[in-house]
Nanobody, 122 residues
Framework: QVQLVQSGGGSEQPGASMRLSCEASGRTPSTYAMGWYRRAPGKDRDFVAT????????YYGVSVQGRATISRDNTKNTVYLQINSLTPDDTAIYYCVLGDDSKWPLVDYEYWGPGTQVTVSS
């Protein structure tokens, strides 16, 4: 079993930046991608970002391109997501995800974190 522990999030003002973290533990695949999805109220799930097990090939969803940076520290089994220039449209529950990346870019994100609320408002 794999556990994903998320931290960060909360309330932010428009224009601010936020940083989320997600630490993986347990029986992780030998090589795995980590990333983020989000779900805003009344909307479908939205892909945010992902990165390969070796930290290469970061890939971003359209809604955050140019504003987001995903990175990982494999010494800490942790992935980070920073989003700059926040807008109210970034308000959502953010979910950390993990999946075997041996067939990259095809990744089945088998494991999901509990989610963390991010609210952007003035």
């Amino acid at each position: 079993q794999v556990q994903l522990v998320q931290s960060g999030g909360g309330s932010e003002q428009p224009g601010a930046s936020m940083r989320l973290s997600c630490e993986a533990s347990g029986r992780t695949p030998s090589t795995y991608a980590m990333g983020w999805y989000r779900r805003a109220p009344g909307k479908d799930r939205d892909f945010v970002a992902t990165v390969r097990g070796d930290g290469s090939a970061p890939y971003y969803g359209v809604s955050v391109q140019g504003r987001a940076t995903i990175s990982r520290d494999n010494t800490k089994n942790t992935v980070y997501l920073q989003i700059n220039s926040l807008t109210p449209d970034d308000t959502a529950i953010y979910y950390c995800v993990l999946g075997d990346d041996s067939k990259w870019p095809l990744v089945d994100y088998e494991y999901w974190g509990p989610g963390t609320q991010v609210t952007v408002s003035s």
